[in-house]
């Protein structure tokens, strides 16, 4: 059969083509949503808008190339969660070339070489926690992001104390309160430890606690659906319980952190659960392709494509 360079073959155009078809899976993987009815995942994914994680997605382009390469395979917004090297203008010219907007990205969160990942309960990192709070929010206003991700931090728990808690509601009380004052919303995503081992916020309860403490009518969880499974969670409990904080949704199948439809997950189930729970944002994808990002994404292409036939 012949293929193109991004995987794709003839059978995927002509099943891009009609409602009801079977979503293409990449190459090496079984059928996308297995047992699920195909209708039934385009009906109710189409009902979302979807925003690319260029971390993980289109990751054999330059970051540059990244956006438009969004754009041209049916995302509406990208987020990335570190893009400070890259100057605010020019961020914004890329952004408004493929006519897309950018979700949330992260404050400074330490040395990612040396495993961290964030530096908010740590007393004696205060003051740059502070310092980057104003950098992202200036970043954020320029590129138009209305929200951005305060993370922890990495510390086991047999290090952990009182003091980490205290400080990192603090900085999120402080974040929180800055943020307000430009319109901007703070996020925070737990990170289970079978993913992420040692994050300080492991729990959507964990988040919630953190949030209620700290105050802001500003603040919201970021709800990760693998990290939610992978910490042994059910995942409808907890957009139901937590649907009132839910400010932005990641999606990634289980096991394995691929496209949605390559794991056990019912997407389909979530994605009413989240319809529910009266969740109006984005789903972001911050997964890791199966192959290439292409080659995964007949799930997207199949629910926009109903989208526009039921419009």
Known sequence: MITAEDGTSPADDANRQRPG???????????LFAGIDQEEVQKTMSTFLYSAHIG????????SERAAAAARAGFDAVEYPAPYAVP???MAKWLKSAGLSYTQFGLYSGDANKGEKGIGIFPDQRDQFRRSVADALDYAEAINVSMVHAMAG???????SHIH???YVENLAYAAQEAKKRGIRVIVEPMSAGAVPDYFISTPDQAAHAIAEAGGDNLGLLLDVFHTVSAGLDVHQQIMKHAALIAHVHIADFPGRHEPGSGTLDFPAICR??????YLGRLGCEYIPAATTEAGLGWLSAARLFAQQAS
């Open 88 to 90: 605010a203008e020019e």
């Open 21 to 31: 078809a079977p979503i293409i899976p990449a190459p090496g993987q079984g059928p």
């Open 154 to 160: 990495v510390l086991p728990p047999d290090r952990r």
């Open 273 to 278: 659960s989240l319809t529910k729970a009266g």
């Open 165 to 167: 808690w205290d400080c």
């Open 56 to 63: 993980y997605l289109f990751s054999e382009l330059p970051l």
